[in-house]
């Protein structure tokens, strides 16, 4: 279990090191921006909607290590999605970060299972996630997100 925890640490630390999909998309059809004031964190999400898929994703912003990679883990894991199915995955990981159980397959969303022991932390880890489904779902321009 240990091994585990030590994975899941590495899949955080690298994404805060080598964050993926991070800067403005210049193709973007659809953007939203996330705000959690009370850390102190901001993301923009910006897609590519083709048809009902997420042809393309990037992130920007600024804010805590569980901000910037809970943003950079949900776009890749988003990209070629439909809007259910990113929903789908949204539930999963909102379920992981909120009560710690992990799915029986190792997935990276598990990396965040320990932000449920702090849950101030759980807007940190929802804000790129929020901002994407509020991206998916209003077609217009930049709207602010709904919080957690
Ligand atoms: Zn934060």
């Given amino acids: ?67 910037q990679a809970s943003a950079s883990l949900m776009t890749t894991q988003l990209k070629g999605k439909s809007a259910p199915e990113a929903r789908a995955l949204y539930d999963s990981f909102h379920h992981i970060v909120t009560s710690g159980e992990t799915p029986d397959e190792i997935s990276d969303l598990a990396a965040f299972a320990g932000v449920h022991a702090f849950p101030a932390r759980i807007k940190c880890a929802t804000l790129g996630w929020h901002a994407a489904l509020e991206a998916l779902t209003s077609p217009a321009a930049v709207t602010p997100a709904s919080g957690a």
């Fill in 1 to 67: 279990m240990s091994d585990l925890t030590d994975l899941y640490q590495q899949v955080i630390l690298d994404h805060n090191r080598r964050p993926r999909n991070r800067g403005v998309l210049p193709t973007a059809n659809r953007v939203a921006h996330g705000d959690n004031p009370t850390c102190g964190d901001q993301c923009s999400v910006y897609l590519r909607v083709d048809g009902d898929r997420i042809a393309e994703i990037s992130f920007d912003g600024q804010g805590c290590a569980i901000s």
